[in-house]
């Protein structure tokens, strides 16, 4: 069994910095992506950003583009979410996410296989 583990969340300033790391541990093989998703409170699930398995491909929506960095160390079998000039509308449940098989440019949350326990990010204004 897999498990995703997030961290990093809290509560910063708008225009402030935050990274997210998602520790994955049980079977160790490789995950075709890895990706982030968010869901603020009344929303649905959605999208933030993904990336393939050697880190060569990402992808990001439009909202996040510039602002945020996606990355993972298979060493350490670990993505990480870098999070700047952060905005107080990225508030949510930050969720990392592990696909087994498949492209990584998806965006559809019933694509990926395993998921994490979530962690919050608050942005004041």
């Known amino acids: 069994q897999v498990q995703l583990v997030e961290s990093g969340g809290g509560l910063v300033q708008a225009g402030g910095s935050l990274r997210l790391s998602c520790a994955a541990s049980g079977r160790t093989f490789s995950f075709s992506a890895m990706g982030w998703f968010r869901q603020a409170p009344g929303k649905e699930r959605e999208f933030v950003a993904a990336?393939?398995?050697?880190?060569?491909?990402?992808y990001y929506t439009d909202s996040v583009k510039a602002r945020f960095t996606i990355s993972r160390d298979n060493a350490k079998n670990t993505a990480y979410l870098q999070m700047n000039s952060l905005k107080p509308e990225d508030t949510a449940v930050y969720y990392c996410?592990?696909?087994?098989?498949?492209?990584?440019?998806?965006?559809?949350?019933?694509?990926?296989?395993?998921w994490g326990q979530g962690t919050q990010v608050t942005v004041s204004s």
């Open positions: 990336i393939t398995s050697t880190g060569g491909n990402t």
């Open positions: 996410a592990a696909r087994l098989f498949g492209l990584a440019s998806t965006t559809r949350v019933r694509d990926y296989d395993y």
